[in-house]
């Protein structure tokens, strides 16, 4: 074969090669087009919105069949997702992440939604969002995460739109293009939806008639004002009841708690008494001897080493009783940036715990006053971590999100550890509550950091669920 044949042959084979890629390419976007006009086609005929999302996540996945999608709805009152379509996840998997309250370090998912804006985790076993929810995408089969926010008119968001990969994966320039146009996508999906449960509605109204609906109005009106009337005089009464047997519980433990020491003292001091009048008896009729008043006197060494234990724990119990109703409002009012705040407060942790990993995500930017109060709030929630979630293993995790939003902070109290039993959910906040009486702990902890957050920042404190570990969310008002 000469040179030029060779060379002609050649040219040949590469340009049918690049036919047969430019055709195969065709074929992909051409599948992808149908697949998004099959999810418009849905939306203008009105099928049910689940149906029309599931559409969306099965056609998605034909740009690339390793993929698998999901689409989760974000319920704006609760702040909460929901499970809303998916064709390749395992049921079990999407099952778990019903209810999740969003947040930063929620997943991709429940960060995602929390910030308005994309976010890629390319390996769930080292990223810190995933630090609760690693064993759960884990068992599934999952390894990497990247979720879409999807965010319709206003910047309201309706939820999230995800692909997952079952390894490690870093999204090229394109993929980013695809499931930002995806969630484009399912937010149609969504505000049609919206628009046309409005739609059904107006309809609704529009249909009775003005004698109707006035009527209808007025009798709404006076149930309103008797249920405000009503709500205000019980809201009332049950806040007099808490604070009352707030008072009641507390008081009732404390006397509980201060008995046993001071009842022991009391015990000591009577025998005391007794030991001093048999020595002055004996020593008046001249009848003791050295070693009797020996063994006297170290009974009384005795009893006096007795009641000075149990008044210095009386007199610690009542220091620690101030502790749930101090106020810190007369403290400097000087401010500081909750990051070097968070550090000081990591590092003086780290010293006793190097096998604790601390983490912390925040603007630089954010200031705070009270610091003092602030250090007693995170202290007790540090401590708690180590003497209860790391206890069996001695490691793990605690990670601090912090968010500025319009009127107020959240910020989101993360571990890893064993958690806090279901059953004791309820009570945790609650004076004198605790697992570990025994080992001399008086259950005031989470009891003191709700009170000094009320007095002195007007904020609160609530446990949230968590697949693993604990979860806390401080709401601090901006003003």
């Known amino acids: 074969m000469t040179q030029l044949a060779y060379?002609?042959?050649?040219?040949?084979?590469?340009?049918?090669?690049?036919?047969?890629?430019h055709q195969t390419n065709w074929k992909l976007v051409s599948e992808i087009e149908a697949g998004r006009a099959e999810v418009l086609k849905k939306v203008a005929s009105g099928e049910p919105l689940s149906d029309i999302l599931n559409t969306l996540c099965k056609n998605s996945e034909i740009y690339n069949p390793e993929m698998k999608t999901s689409v989760l709805r974000l319920n704006n009152e609760t702040n909460t997702l929901h499970p809303c379509a998916s064709v390749s996840l395992p049921g079990e998997y999407c099952q778990a992440l019903e209810g999740v309250v969003i947040g930063t370090g929620v997943g991709s998912c429940g960060t995602a939604a929390f910030k308005k804006e994309r976010i890629i985790v390319e390996d769930i076993n080292t990223h810190p969002y995933w630090a609760q929810y690693k064993e759960l995408a884990l068992s599934a089969g999952l390894q990497s995460c990247w979720s879409e926010p999807i965010i319709g008119q206003n910047n309201?968001?309706?939820?999230?739109?995800?692909?997952?990969?079952?390894?490690?994966?870093?999204?090229?320039?394109?993929?980013?293009?695809?499931?930002?146009?995806?969630?484009?996508?399912?937010a149609i999906v969504f505000e049609n939806n919206v628009a046309k449960q409005k739609l059904l509605e107006a309809n609704h109204k529009l249909s009775q008639t003005i004698d109707e609906r006035t009527h209808s109005l007025e009798i709404a009106n006076k149930e309103l004002e008797l249920l405000l009337a009503s709500q205000k005089q019980d809201s009332l009464l049950h806040a007099h009841s808490e604070r009352s047997n707030t008072t009641r519980l507390l008081l009732m433990g404390f006397a509980h708690q201060l008995n046993t020491p001071l009842g022991i003292a009391t015990t000591s001091?009577?025998?005391i008494s007794?030991?001093?009048?048999?020595?002055?008896?004996?020593?008046?009729?001249?009848?003791?001897?050295?070693?009797?008043?020996?063994?006297?006197?170290?009974?009384?060494?005795?009893?006096?080493?007795?009641?000075?234990?149990?008044?210095?724990?009386?007199?610690?119990l009542i220091t620690k009783f101030r502790e749930v109703g101090l106020s810190f409002t007369q403290e400097e009012s000087s401010s500081f940036t909750l990051q070097t705040f968070f550090n000081e407060l990591f590092s003086f942790y780290?010293?006793?715990?190097?096998?604790i990993e601390f983490k912390l995500e925040t603007d630089?930017?954010?200031?705070?006053?009270?610091?003092?109060?602030?250090?007693?709030?995170f202290a007790k929630l540090i401590e708690n971590s180590l003497e209860h979630g790391f206890r069996q293993s001695g490691i793990g995790s605690i990670s601090i999100y912090i968010t500025e939003l319009e009127n107020n902070l959240e910020i989101n109290y993360q571990d890893d550890g064993?958690?806090?039993?279901?059953?004791?959910?309820?009570?945790?906040?609650?004076?004198?509550?605790?697992?570990?009486?025994?080992?001399?702990?008086?259950?005031?902890g989470l009891n003191v950091v709700t009170n000094i957050l009320s007095d002195v920042y007007h904020g609160r404190i609530q446990l949230e669920p968590a697949p693993c570990g604990t979860r806390y969310t401080v709401f601090i008002p901006k003003y």
């Open 364 to 377: 630089t930017n954010i200031k705070m006053h009270s610091k003092i109060a602030l250090w007693q709030i």
């Open 418 to 444: 064993i958690g806090i039993d279901k059953q004791y959910h309820k009570d945790i906040f609650e004076p004198f509550f605790t697992t570990q009486r025994q080992a001399g702990n008086l259950g005031l």
């Open 7 to 21: 060379t002609n042959l050649k040219n040949t084979i590469v340009h049918k090669s690049m036919v047969v890629a």
């Open 156 to 186: 309201h968001c309706y939820g999230t739109f995800a692909i997952y990969y079952d390894k490690p994966s870093t999204p090229t320039e394109n993929d980013l293009k695809f499931i930002q146009t995806c969630a484009h996508l399912a």
């Open 269 to 271: 001091s009577t025998h």
């Open 350 to 355: 780290q010293q006793d715990n190097p096998s």
């Open 274 to 316: 007794d030991v001093v009048n048999k020595i002055h008896t004996l020593v008046d009729i001249n009848k003791i001897t050295k070693v009797e008043l020996l063994n006297y006197l170290e009974q009384i060494k005795k009893g006096l080493s007795l009641n000075q234990q149990n008044l210095y724990k009386a007199s610690d």
